[in-house]
């Protein structure tokens, strides 16, 4: 069966990254969630996309700059989907944590450290996994790939899987010389019978973003291992045909 990954939540129809957005992806019928972490001012871990807070707050300026007091003052839902009233905040990479202690959902932390490396980040994000003792149940992925060698040196134990967005000639080869168990390609660059070589060597296959009905029936006919959609929702619908 092909697993369904919310990404950044249910984003299609809630802010990105944020609570409400989890939350409706598990009641959604997702089994588990995609969400992006990058590190404050003060060594918080917070979930955010992208560097700045300017596209998905009501706030301007870097992430690295602002303590997580001030990131969890703004208000998460501001400039995206303005029908959704209620306020968000950007929650912490502990916060979700202690959620998903009260379910069984998987959970893909998208390192964002391509651009900023985030000198430390993948000893605290493993530190928070192993206090949580969420091992089994986390998989880190990024589009640094360094950073998911030293995440497999760090802990063995967990799965690792390498983004991108351009074709790669046998991914499924470059994954393993990384240690990773799986890839996480951008959907448009790999075909269904590379999903399927990968898939055929033990590598796993999630690609993103999977949101048109045809790519995910697509996906589905081939029980590709998982896909990254905004709308997991219309995935579990659809799935029940496969
Ligand atoms: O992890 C899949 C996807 O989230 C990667 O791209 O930019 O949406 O974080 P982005
Ligand atoms: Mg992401």
């Given at each position: 069966?092909t697993f369904?990954?919310?990404?950044r939540?249910?984003?299609g129809?809630?802010?990105e990254?944020?609570?409400?957005?989890?939350?409706?992806?598990?009641?959604?019928?997702?089994?588990g969630?995609?969400?992006?972490?990058?590190?404050?001012?003060?060594?918080?871990?917070?979930?955010?996309?992208?560097?700045t807070?300017?596209?998905?707050?009501?706030?301007?300026?870097y992430?690295?700059?602002?303590?997580?007091?001030?990131?969890?003052?703004?208000?998460?839902n501001?400039?995206?989907?303005?029908f959704?009233?209620?306020?968000?905040?950007?929650?912490?990479?502990?916060?979700?944590f202690?959620?998903?202690?009260?379910?069984?959902?998987?959970?893909?932390?998208?390192?964002?450290n391509?651009v900023?490396?985030y000198?430390?980040?993948?000893?605290?994000?493993?530190?928070?996994?192993n206090?949580?003792?969420?091992?089994?149940?986390?998989?880190?992925?990024?589009?640094?790939?360094?950073s998911?060698?030293?995440?497999?040196?760090?802990?063995?134990?967990?799965?690792?899987?390498?983004?991108?967005?351009?074709?790669?000639?046998?991914?499924?080869?470059?994954?393993?010389?990384?240690?990773?168990?799986g890839?996480h390609?951008?959907?448009?660059?790999?075909?269904?019978?590379?999903?399927?070589?990968?898939?055929?060597?033990?590598?796993?296959?999630?690609?993103?973003?999977?949101n048109?009905?045809?790519?995910?029936?697509?996906?589905?006919?081939?029980?590709?291992?998982?896909?990254?959609?905004?709308?997991?929702?219309?995935?579990?619908?659809?799935?029940?045909?496969?």
């Amino acid at each position: 069966m092909t697993f369904i990954l919310a990404h950044r939540g249910s984003a299609g129809t809630h802010p990105e990254n944020t609570m409400e957005a989890f939350i409706a992806a598990e009641k959604a019928g997702a089994d588990g969630i995609e969400l992006d972490v990058q590190l404050t001012a003060d060594g918080e871990i917070a979930v955010i996309h992208d560097l700045t807070v300017d596209r998905t707050t009501n706030g301007s300026g870097y992430v690295n700059e602002m303590t997580f007091s001030e990131l969890s003052k703004l208000k998460a839902n501001y400039h995206s989907l303005h029908f959704f009233k209620k306020s968000c905040r950007i929650p912490s990479l502990r916060e979700v944590f202690l959620w998903l202690e009260g379910n069984n959902l998987l959970c893909n932390i998208e390192l964002k450290n391509a651009v900023n490396p985030y000198k430390g980040m993948e000893e605290m994000v493993i530190a928070l996994v192993n206090e949580f003792s969420l091992e089994k149940r986390v998989l880190i992925s990024s589009f640094n790939h360094k950073s998911l060698v030293l995440c497999k040196e760090i802990d063995p134990v967990i799965e690792t899987a390498p983004l991108y967005n351009e074709a790669l000639y046998k991914p499924w080869d470059y994954a393993v010389s990384l240690g990773a168990s799986g890839i996480h390609p951008k959907l448009k660059t790999i075909s269904d019978q590379e999903i399927l070589a990968a898939m055929d060597c033990g590598v796993a296959v999630r690609p993103y973003t999977v949101n048109k009905e045809s790519d995910m029936k697509r996906l589905f006919a081939i029980s590709c291992s998982a896909i990254i959609t905004d709308f997991p929702g219309r995935a579990f619908r659809l799935r029940e045909q496969y």
